[in-house]
Structure formats: C-alpha cells, structure tokens
Nanobody, 120 residues
Framework: QVQLLESGGGLVQAGGSLRLSCAAS????????MRWYRQAAGKQRELVAA??????NYADSVKGRFTISRDYAKNTVYLQMDSLKPEDTAVYYC???????????????WGQGAQVTVSS
C-alpha cells in the first residue's frame, strides 16, 4: 500500500555534496515525523537527522554540514549533505511516520536504503 523510494546516493570525493530524496507513495492520509538514519559496515544504525512540525534535530557528527527538509505536498523528505567526509560513508535509510487511509494511528515506514560512499 505504501512505498518509500529513496534516490540520490552515490560516490563523491571528500568535501563534496550529495542530496538524498525519499518520496512516499500510496494511500497516505497524513504524515508525521520524518528521519534519516545511516548504517556503516559493521556498525549499528544511527539517527542522522529528524524533522517534525518544522523543528529539526541532528546528530552531533553532522551538525552544520547536513540539512533535512521536507515537502508536505509531495510526502518527500530530503537530506542535503555538504562537506562530506569519508566517515559519512554508509547506507542511508529514510523513515517516515505515516497514517494510511483507513487506519487511525501513525506507523513507521522505511525506504530501501541508498549507498553513500565518500572517498578521501
């Protein structure tokens, strides 16, 4: 019923920029918070950035370099990543809290993941 499709990952040199997008489609009635997580090889998944009702939060490791934003009309969340470092290399996952038509509660949905590789 609901699908989150990520795009924008790739290979970039240190200091470069990438922009990730995550678009939700399907029978969506309403949206809640949206988040980006990442998981590096051999490490646990970590929260990178979150946006909810206009407020944003960032992991200390990305503050000042990453910017999360959303387009309510398109049910899309973005992650602008600037001044990328090799330690930002990971698979990035989007997460959206959505209310599906016919249901009453917010439920979390996940994107398929996008590989971001930063070379030194």
């Amino acid at each position: 019923q609901v699908q989150l499709l990520e795009s924008g990952g790739g290979l970039v040199q240190a200091g470069g920029s990438l922009r990730l997008s995550c678009a939700a489609s399907g029978s969506i009635f309403s949206t809640g918070a949206m988040r980006w997580y990442r998981q590096a090889a051999g490490k646990q998944r970590e929260l990178v950035a979150a946006i909810s009702s206009g407020s944003t939060n960032y992991a200390d490791s990305v503050k000042g370099r990453f910017t999360i934003s959303r387009d309510y009309a398109k049910n899309t969340v973005y992650l602008q990543m600037d001044s990328l470092k090799p330690e930002d290399t990971a698979v990035y996952y989007c997460n959206q809290d959505l209310i599906v038509r016919g249901r009453a509660a917010l439920q979390p949905y996940w994107g398929q993941g996008a590989q971001v590789t930063v070379s030194s």
